[in-house]
């Protein structure tokens, strides 16, 4: 077909025609490619002797890959925190409180996402 033309399909039982399901589905020129970094949970603070883990994954037009996924820090002093990661499920550790926060950058190829986390005191 062509751009704004809809297809109809059409299902029905092999011993009774009378009983049967539509559906439409329209036609656009071209389909977007839609790459997001997706955060789970999303995080916004860390509080000391309270680990924070989460997992970060690429969303390839709403399918989840198992894309290695790049992760850089900046912000906040590296003796404020630890990272650990296992494949892309991260824990992130407050070590030391300060009011500047840590920037986390995570890529993929040339897809990127960025969050500030606050680095806490437990109470």
């Not at 062509?2 to 439409?24: E, L, M, R, W």
């Not at 997706?38 to 680990?51: D, F, G, V, Y």
């Not at 997992?55 to 992760?71: A, E, M, R, S, W």
């Not at 992130?92 to 500047?100: N, Q």
């Amino acid at each position: 077909g062509n751009n704004g033309d809809v297809a109809v399909i059409t299902a029905t039982f092999k011993d009774n025609s009378s009983i049967f399901a539509q559906c439409s589905i329209s036609i656009i020129d071209e389909s977007v490619e839609d790459n997001v970094i997706i955060i789970e949970p999303l995080i916004t603070e860390a509080r000391q002797r309270e680990p924070v883990s989460f997992t970060v994954y690429l969303c390839q037009n709403g399918i989840k890959q198992d894309t290695p996924v790049i992760c850089n820090t900046s912000g906040a002093d590296s003796t404020c925190f630890s990272i650990v990661r296992d494949g892309n499920i991260f824990t992130l550790s407050t070590i030391k409180v300060t009011t500047t926060p840590l920037e986390l950058t995570f890529t993929v190829g040339d897809i990127h996402k960025t969050i500030n986390v606050m680095l806490k005191a437990l109470f």
